[in-house]
């Protein structure tokens, strides 16, 4: 069974730092591109971050230079570095890939990340 | 950067009835790079669309998507109970990012 499994979320301070990972299964991390999205309570989707399977990595505006992802190949997962956290982090966090198709057609259940004092 | 906008915000339709959901972006978008996503409450986003017109793996047939260039459409022809949800327009791949549009509810009249 194709699925992913965000973990690592949780309540941090304002200017702290947390990981998200994602694990896949049934199929491999490095062999599609995997991404990240957010949706803040009450609130749309928010593309974060993606990583396609030679390695180029791209950000959302509002995270560039705060956020890194990162996949570990031999434990086929995928990983979200979150440094400098503000309030307006404050999100479900989702993992997604596409498999059967070029959009997002697998998502994971999502990890909620609060960001405050 | 390309920016998505949808119409209306809401949907106020009743079981049987057709939905017609506008999705508008700033720049022309590659119709192979446009997917329409369902969203319930507490649940992870689910594709429904690809391509502005290819339906996702277990999608029924009353979903439709349509449109190129800079407007698209995704028409339910006739609504379940279980269609009533948030559904949002994404491109992807434009210049390797991606973009959501802020979403059109669709509730029961």
């Known amino acids: 069974e194709v699925q992913l499994v965000e973990s690592g979320g949780g309540l941090v301070q304002p200017g702290g730092s947390l990981r998200l990972s994602c694990a896949a299964s049934g199929f491999t991390v490095s062999s599609n591109y995997m991404s990240w999205v957010r949706q803040a309570p009450g609130k749309g989707l928010e593309w974060v971050s993606v990583?396609?399977?030679?390695?180029?990595?791209y950000y959302a505006d509002s995270v560039k230079g705060r956020f890194t992802i990162s996949r570990h190949n031999s434990k086929n997962t995928l990983y979200l570095q979150m440094n400098s956290l503000r309030a307006e982090d404050t999100a479900v966090y989702y993992c997604a890939s596409g498999y059967y198709s070029p959009a997002f057609d697998i998502w994971g259940q999502g990890t909620m990340v609060t960001v405050s004092s | 950067e390309i920016v998505l906008t949808q119409s209306p915000g809401t949907l106020s339709l009743s079981p049987g009835e057709r939905a017609t959901l506008s999705c508008r972006a700033s720049q022309s978008v590659s119709s192979s790079y446009l997917a329409w996503y369902q969203q319930k409450p507490g649940q992870a986003p689910r594709l429904l669309i690809y391509g502005a017109s290819s339906r996702a793996t277990g999608i029924p047939d009353r979903f439709s998507g349509s449109g190129s260039g800079t407007d698209f459409t995704l028409t339910i022809s006739r609504l379940e109970p279980e269609d009533f949800a948030v559904y949002y327009c994404q491109q992807y791949g434009s210049s390797l990012l991606f973009t959501f549009g802020p979403g059109t509810k669709v509730d029961i009249k």
């Open positions: 990583i396609y399977s030679g390695g180029s990595t």
